[in-house]
């Protein structure tokens, strides 16, 4: 339950448009989880939560309101891409 894991699971992503949208539409931390954990890739709900916070606390606000659901939060913190 790492930050590697979810880095792996974001280059995932990043190369998978189906899975684009599946995490896109992501509600919830606990859904993305479940996600993840269905490709193999697994983590905790904390260890997302942890890292994400970390990942977007230099964030500028601009940045920051375009994230609209779990699966934008992961794509903008994690490098999944630009803007999907």
């Given at each position: 339950m790492?930050?590697?894991a979810i880095k792996a699971f974001a280059a995932?992503?990043?190369a998978?448009?189906?899975l684009q949208a599946d995490v896109k539409g992501a509600s919830s931390a606990n859904e993305l989880v479940a996600l993840a954990a269905s490709r193999g890739h697994q983590?905790?709900?904390a260890t997302l939560?942890?890292?994400?916070a970390k990942a977007v606390h230099g964030a500028d606000d601009q940045a920051?309101?375009?994230i609209n659901s779990w699966g934008?939060?992961?794509?903008?913190a994690f490098g999944?891409?630009?803007r999907l």
């Open positions: 790492s930050l590697d995932l992503v990043h998978d448009s189906e983590f905790s709900k939560l942890r890292e994400h920051l309101e375009g934008d939060a992961l794509l903008h999944a891409s630009e």
